[in-house]
């Protein structure tokens, strides 16, 4: 339970995103109304906390019955009686009306598979692949150099140095940190991706490393640990902005105790 409505006095307790999902699959609640998440403290529309649910079972049943009315948005202004609108003639009706604009796809890179918001992503800074960025640069310096003595030598120093450019791209591009409302993830692999994970409220210790000239140049090692595991459980290594990413965590600690009952 974790969603409050706004202007919505038939429900003023938390929901959840099933209760969500029920009230509008029985037409009790608009999709366009908007909500607070007590995690996070952001307002959201219905439709977009619940546009990745599955279909509601038999058994899903609202919590408060309410009668079905129009959509409208809660935010929106309208009179307090809403007028019928005309049939129309059976001239306009064999007339084939416009077609319906399709509604505003939410992103999907803002949302894990599993439905949660990701409020930070990030890679391995380029920092900490310094020693190959640095041979393909002298690759393609050699190359440019050597294209005025020898045209095959420069071609091969070329491709050496723009495949190890590429290289590194993905070995950087693999590895990904992730910062949800509910978790703190690492995610590696080309191939196959494997991950390791650890739910914010289960987290007990956050350690941040900034030393010798990575830390000059504004690097940092981030280690989660849980009361479960005295190892290190999940590490965002060299990555830019490491406190600020220890500080998200710690406030979202802190909006998962005040929202408990």
Request: net charge negative; with cysteine.
């Amino acid at each position: 339970m974790r969603y409050h409505l706004h202007d919505h006095p038939a429900f003023p307790g938390l929901l959840s995103k099933e209760d969500l999902y029920s009230l509008v699959d029985r037409g009790s609640l608009a999709r366009g109304d908007l909500c607070l998440d007590t995690l996070t403290q952001r307002n959201h529309t219905v439709g977009d906390i619940i546009h990745d649910m599955p279909p509601p079972s038999a058994r899903s049943i609202a919590r408060v019955n309410r009668p079905a009315y129009q959509e409208i948005r809660a935010d929106a202004d309208f009179p307090d009686e809403v007028a019928e609108a005309p049939e129309p003639d059976e001239d306009e009706a064999l007339e084939p009306g416009p077609e319906a604009e399709p509604e505003d796809s939410v992103d999907a890179s803002l949302y894990t598979p599993a439905g949660e918001l990701i409020l930070h992503k990030s890679h391995p800074s380029w920092l900490l692949y310094w020693k190959p960025l640095l041979l393909s640069l002298l690759l393609l310096v050699a190359a440019g150099l050597l294209s005025q003595i020898e045209m095959e030598f420069a071609i091969a120093c070329l491709l050496l140095g723009l495949a190890l450019f590429v290289i590194t791209w993905i070995a950087r591009a693999s590895r990904d940190y992730l910062v949800t409302e509910e978790r703190v993830e690492l995610i590696w692999g080309i191939l196959g991706r494997s991950s390791k994970e650890v739910r914010i409220c289960d987290i007990r210790s956050m350690d941040v490393y900034e030393s010798g000239l990575k830390g000059l140049l504004g690097l940092g090692t981030v280690d989660f640990s849980s009361a479960a595991n005295a190892g290190i459980e999940v590490q965002f290594k060299d990555m830019r902005r490491s406190h600020e990413v220890k500080e998200l965590v710690r406030q979202l600690q802190r909006s998962a105790e005040t929202s408990e009952p």
